[in-house]
């Protein structure tokens, strides 16, 4: 499966923003979907996964309540909704495709993923 994030751009912090992860190939619905974050000189780290149907989500602490994750398995979409953004989100966001639990939040188990797109967040 291929994958390209896009929706990254400049806010300020407390704004909102919508990131998008279109995903091609072999069948998209089968795949849990996550969302990783990189930030300068940081590890990889997880954020949101969604099961293949879209009824469990988990989330990274510092997200919970701010972020949300969704797909559409019709278009091969998942979004992750960011509201109430902080400074500390700044990072390039990545979504990831794996056969893998919903919880599973160590980069090394996805198998697939796109290219980033770049957050930051302003004071």
């Known amino acids: 499966v291929q994958l390209q994030a896009y929706g990254g751009g400049l806010v300020q912090a407390g704004d909102s923003l919508s990131l998008s992860c279109a995903g091609s190939?072999?069948?998209?619905?089968?795949?849990?979907m996550g969302w990783f974050r990189q930030a300068p000189g940081e590890e990889r780290e997880f954020v949101a996964a969604?099961?293949?149907?879209?009824?469990?989500?988990s989330y990274r602490d510092s997200v919970k309540g701010r972020f949300t994750i969704s797909r559409d398995n019709a278009k091969k979409m998942v979004y992750l909704q960011m509201n109430s953004l902080k400074t500390e989100d700044t990072a390039v966001y990545y979504c990831?495709?794996?056969?893998?639990?919903?919880?599973?939040?160590?980069?090394?188990?996805?198998?697939?993923w796109g290219r980033g797109t770049q957050v930051t967040v302003s004071s």
């Open positions: 190939g072999r069948p998209f619905s089968s795949y849990i």
């Open positions: 969604i099961s293949s149907s879209g009824a469990s989500t």
């Open positions: 990831a495709a794996g056969s893998v639990v919903v919880g599973e939040y160590r980069p090394e188990k996805y198998s697939y």
